[in-house]
């Protein structure tokens, strides 16, 4: 049901575990769904130096944030504001559709974490 | 990579046993006619076909005359729970099942439901069983069946079905049980329970897919729900699957041998699977009765990780499992079983069931015990909730 690209992605999470103090963390989903990501950025001149992500989730889920610490790694928070779960998706060669709401959250993720270094930083 | 695939899912289905398949061949090969018809190919079926219905019955302590041959276990529990509904004199009335069972019987019943029958979903305790005392409060002047499954088919917790059939029968209420997963793993006999209906499979016991029979006790009528030809004392239409039937009756009569000798076996290695398990790591927990659970069930939960994701990671490490988690599931909602024991979504989600069969040997058990901990250490150190890793 799952790509290879979603497998090596969920086998070998890249970027994953807690950072020492982020200067940004962003946290969606609900346990009770089954599917929560935690996001944190390390942010330099507005650019994403480092990202790590941390997943209570399905396979898609894991696979999902992992891919998106890599398409964000080195983006200004205005071009990782434009990622979208589809280009997410579209990076891992798909996912199934029963997938596609509920475990791909990792584009809020980071929203979430921007808007979160954005409030602190006004 | 290269060590043998495990296969650890036997509730969900066994493979059919080299014995059993050698009974059916002659039937899926030279022995085809069929057997309503008069000539002697066709005497010779009929014949292997009573002979099949004894094996049944005697793995039973039932007579031939009780056993009507279905699809499987969810035909089986269609005819038994809408046979006897629609068969009772008076229109309608009440039925009695619990929040735990199967759908085969939960969506019969609520279709009852949904035409005229008044229905009553039980809760159960923490372990799974129905307390008598909640049972004796729900039946009614107008109970007419109560449905329980004999050995749940997920955490596989034993019901107490001697005392409900005995308490049923006292208010004149008919029993019903699911015994799907209980045949061949822990001794059924239909007299000694007193049960009016049972519902049994052939794929969970080592047979084929696809054939099944429902037990009717003597005197007791019910309806047809599939009309036809009249087959099976025209209970059940339609004309035999009789290579199933030869397998049913060879893998019945192998599965009650195997009670005294297989079944030993299995129960041990899963009780030291499950103590393994268990000590393995913290915040890990027994899902279902310590004691009273079916000898080949194994069903832990751990907290922190979702199921889903600890079932693909055993995937690639050869070992085939089961979970209760929803996303692994077609309707995304965590396993009805788990949330009725009281659990939460989320420490549903963490759960695996291991169901062992007559294959797995203990250097399986080995190495289960070693992957088992190492995924789950993985999966905790990516987690945001708890104190991963640990």
Do not use: W
Not at chain 2, 36 to 45: G, K, Q
Not at chain 2, 48 to 61: E, I, K, P, T
Not at chain 2, 94 to 114: K, M, N, Q, Y
Not at chain 2, 307 to 316: C, I, V
């Amino acid at each position: 049901m799952y790509s290879e690209k979603v497998m090596d992605h969920f086998m070998n999470p890249r970027n994953v575990g807690e950072m020492e103090n982020p200067d940004a963390i962003g946290e969606v989903g609900n346990p009770t769904c089954g599917d929560l990501m935690k996001m944190y950025l390390r942010i330099e001149d507005n650019i994403i130096k480092d990202i790590k992500f941390q997943t209570f989730g399905c396979g898609a889920a894991i696979a999902t944030s992992s891919m998106m610490t890599e398409l964000a790694m080195g983006k200004t928070l205005d071009e990782a504001l434009e990622l979208t779960r589809d280009d997410v998706a579209d990076s891992l060669d798909g996912l199934p559709p029963v997938k596609m709401h509920c475990s791909n959250l990792s584009a809020d993720a980071l929203k979430a974490a921007i808007e979160d270094y954005r409030k602190k930083h006004q | 990579m290269t060590a043998e695939r495990i296969y650890m899912d036997h509730s969900g289905t066994t493979p059919i046993d080299p014995a059993v398949l050698e009974a059916m061949m002659p039937y899926l090969t030279k022995n085809y006619a069929n057997p309503s018809s008069l000539y002697t190919e066709a005497r010779e079926v009929r014949t292997a076909m009573d002979g099949a219905r004894q094996q049944v019955a005697d793995a039973l302590n039932a007579q031939p005359g009780n056993i009507i041959f279905t699809s499987g276990g969810t035909e089986s529990d269609n005819l038994g729970i809408m046979g006897s509904a629609f068969n009772q004199k008076e229109k309608n009335g009440h039925i009695i099942t619990t929040s735990t069972e199967h759908p085969a019987v939960t969506r019969t019943i609520e279709f009852l439901g949904s035409h005229g029958f008044d229905t009553t979903f039980l809760p159960v305790n923490e372990f799974g069983q129905v307390e008598l005392d909640v049972l004796a409060d729900a039946i009614r002047h107008d109970t007419r069946l109560i449905s329980i499954c004999y050995g749940n088919n997920e955490i596989g917790t034993i019901q107490d079905m001697k005392e409900i059939i005995r308490m049923a029968h006292e208010r004149d209420v008919l029993v019903h049980t699911d015994a799907v997963q209980a045949i061949a793993k822990i001794p059924i006999d239909v007299k000694d329970l007193g049960i009016d209906l049972l519902s049994l499979s052939g794929h969970k016991i080592y047979g084929p897919k696809g054939i099944g029979a429902l037990y009717v006790r003597d005197g007791l009528k019910i309806k047809p729900i599939q009309h036809g030809g009249g087959h099976e004392n025209k209970l059940r239409s339609g004309t035999e699957n009789v290579p199933g039937v030869i397998g049913l009756g060879k893998a019945m009569e192998m599965g009650k041998a195997g009670l005294t000798t297989e079944i030993p076996r299995v129960k041990a290695m899963r009780d030291r699977l499950l103590k393994g398990l268990l000590e393995s790591q913290e915040e890990t927990y027994l899902n279902g009765h310590p004691e009273k659970r079916l000898p080949h069930n194994a069903h832990v939960r751990f907290s922190y990780i979702e199921g889903e994701a600890l079932l693909l990671n055993l995937d690639m490490m050869g070992i085939a499992a089961a979970t209760g988690s929803a996303c692994s599931s077609k309707s995304l909602k965590a396993s009805h079983v788990l949330l009725a024991i009281g659990l939460t979504p989320e420490q549903a989600h963490g759960s695996l069931r291991l169901t062992l069969g007559k294959n797995n040997t203990d250097e399986e058990i080995d190495r289960v015990l070693e992957a088992v901990p190492t995924i789950v250490k993985k999966l905790r150190a990516m987690s945001p909730l708890g104190h991963g890793g640990k």
